[in-house]
C-alpha cells in the first residue's frame, strides 16, 4: 500500500496541474499495470526479479489483492490531499461547471 501512495504523490508532484481525480487515475493504471507486468517472464526480468531493487520496483508474483490494497492507498492519498488542501477539490469542481 505504502508502494501505491508513494506512486500517488510522486505523480501529484511531477504533474501539479492535473486535479486530483486524474492524478489518481493516472496512478491506478500505473500501479494496476505494474503488478500484470508480474505475469511476465523472461529469464533477464526474472534476474532483475531476484535483487532487492527489482523486488522493490516489480515486485516478484501477482496478487489480484495488492490490486485492491493499491486503490485503497490511493483512495486514501485522495482523502489526505483533501484534507490537506481543501480549496483544491473546490476549484476543480467549480472549475468543471464552466
Known amino acids: 500500500m505504502l508502494w501505491a501512495l508513494m506512486i500517488y504523490w510522486i505523480v501529484s508532484a511531477f504533474l501539479p496541474s492535473l486535479r486530483l481525480i486524474p492524478g489518481a487515475l ?3 493504471g500505473i500501479t494496476t ?3 500484470f507486468f508480474k505475469l511476465y517472464h523472461s ?3 526474472d534476474a532483475f526479479r531476484l535483487t532487492l531493487p527489482g523486488v522493490l520496483l516489480l515486485g ?3 496478487s489480484a489483492w ?3 490494497a493499491y486503490w485503497l492507498a490511493i483512495l486514501a492519498g485522495i482523502v489526505i490531499d483533501m484534507r490537506i488542501h481543501p480549496s483544491t477539490m473546490k476549484a476543480s469542481t467549480l472549475t468543471s461547471r464552466k
Open 26 to 28: 493516472l496512478t491506478v
Open 60 to 62: 516478484r508474483f501477482f
Open 33 to 35: 499495470a505494474v503488478e
Open 43 to 45: 529469464p533477464a526480468i
Open 66 to 68: 495488492d490490486i485492491l
